[in-house]
């Protein structure tokens, strides 16, 4: 065989459409979000309401939409669904969480949260907006199982009109992104996520808010900081540089060790770790050093027992998998495809999405990968492809596709026409 086995693959895509199906007490939304499903995991190019009605067999792209902005359904109510079904195929006690950012880059001005910030999706500042995540890894997997969007203060919590045009919800304040990291860690220990660690960059690791909440939720973290962090060092009387503690540390004590698989093999560094803390705390400065640029890289570690450098080491590695899901996720299932510039719409979008990008991580981690020396494991973008030739495949219509063309080409002629009808307008006195 070739270790593909499509009824099961058929029952893990049924079960995810389900799972969205009894959030509705209609049967049109129900239907919608089964083909919105199925469309964020086919090979169109473009994951819009437009391109998913077109492949849906509508008429046109009004029942999608109406998906997104109308319709009755709680997807916050979805998300813990997907954050459960995940965990139930991933738990496993050694899990992670996993939070960081990722920019959408946007055009114009009415997208909620959007403005000109800076995004590590283009690695300057655009005109964009950003969302917080959560990841769950553990040796069984990883998924995406959060999100918040971040509203910026000044461009947008303080502006009422603004967020009434958005339709951002009238209790919802400014929340840094720690904050919104924060928020979303307790959720997911509230409903029972079996995750001892947290980690995440520098972002979160500057955060003493976040680190004492961690703390009293006894969750040990490895976070990172930045060079010119200060630590307590003997005995907690001095503040030492953290770059300035490296340059302390004998040659013997950096041990080797990979912190996991990376796309170009192990990724192997040396690790160096420094005890903050006396009084029976476990606190320690965990420092990475690249084997051949020296480049450094520094941690803020807490745990509520003691445990082995190898333990913190794996924990740090783990950051890695949240930037892969975000690539995964804007590759293979259009994450950052909509078109969509409400509150509702947004989180109704990327929710789905999430689920999306479930299916392809439970098919992964579910799929006997025979083992094989002449073969490499099923990859996502591999099983997506198969997932499109054995199950999902829809017929194409030629006279569908024309009437499609013909809606589309009309649509844009009238978008075009009030675009020219705005211009040569006489300014406003």
């Given amino acids: 065989g070739h270790g593909v086995d499509a009824a099961r693959w058929r029952a893990v895509l049924d079960s995810a459409v389900a799972l969205v199906a009894v959030r509705f007490v209609r049967a049109e939304p129900r239907r919608t979000s089964a083909a919105f499903v ?22 046109d792209p009004q029942p999608m939409q109406r998906l997104l902005r ?34 959408f880059l946007k055009k114009g001005s009415c997208s909620v949260g959007v403005q000109r910030q800076y995004t590590g999706t283009a690695g300057r500042i655009e005109n964009s907006q950003v969302g917080v995540f959560l990841a769950y890894t553990s040796p069984r997997g990883r998924g995406l199982i959060d999100r918040r969007i971040y509203l910026p203060e000044a461009t947008w919590c303080a502006r009422p009109a603004r967020r009434e045009a958005a339709g951002v919800p009238e209790q919802i304040r400014f929340a840094t992104k720690p904050a919104l990291a924060t928020q979303m860690i307790d959720a997911a220990i509230a409903a029972g996520v079996p995750a001892s660690w947290v980690t995440g960059d520098e972002v979160y690791g500057a955060d003493p808010d976040l680190r004492t909440d961690l703390e009293r939720r006894q969750v040990g973290y490895v976070l990172a900081v930045a060079c010119d962090r200060r630590v307590p060092v003997n005995d907690g009387r001095t503040l030492v540089r953290v770059d300035e503690l490296a340059t302390r540390i004998p040659n013997r004590e950096w041990q080797p060790h990979s912190c996991g698989p990376g796309a170009k093999g192990p990724r192997d560094y040396l690790w160096a770790w420094i005890t903050t803390a006396s009084g029976g705390e476990y606190r320690w400065l965990l420092i990475r050093r690249n084997r051949t640029t020296a480049e450094l890289a520094f941690y803020l570690c807490w745990s509520p027992h003691p445990v082995p450098l190898h333990t913190l080491v794996r924990v740090a590695g783990s950051r890695w ?39 392809l991580t439970i098919l992964s981690t579910s799929t006997d990968n025979l083992n094989r020396p002449d073969l490499i494991a099923l990859t996502v973008p591999e099983i997506r492809r198969l997932l499109n030739v054995l199950i999902t495949t829809y017929p194409a219509d030629s006279q569908h596709a024309l009437r499609w063309s013909h809606w589309r080409r009309k649509v844009q002629a009238r978008a075009r026409r009030s675009h020219y009808a705005r211009r040569s307008a006489p300014p406003p006195n």
């Fill in 321 to 359: 998998s949240i930037e892969e899901l975000f690539q995964t996720g804007k590759g293979q299932v259009g994450l950052d495809h909509y078109q969509v510039r409400s509150w509702t719409a947004w989180h109704r979008f990327i929710t789905l999405a999430m689920l999306a990008l479930a299916v």
């Fill in 70 to 103: 109308t319709a009755v359904w709680d997807a916050d109510a979805v998300r813990d669904d997907v954050r459960d079904w995940l965990i139930e195929h991933l738990g496993h006690h050694d899990g992670v969480l996993v939070v960081d950012e990722t920019g």
């Fill in 38 to 59: 199925e469309g964020l995991l086919s090979t169109l190019e473009r994951k819009t309401c437009w391109s998913l009605a077109e492949r849906a067999g509508l008429t």
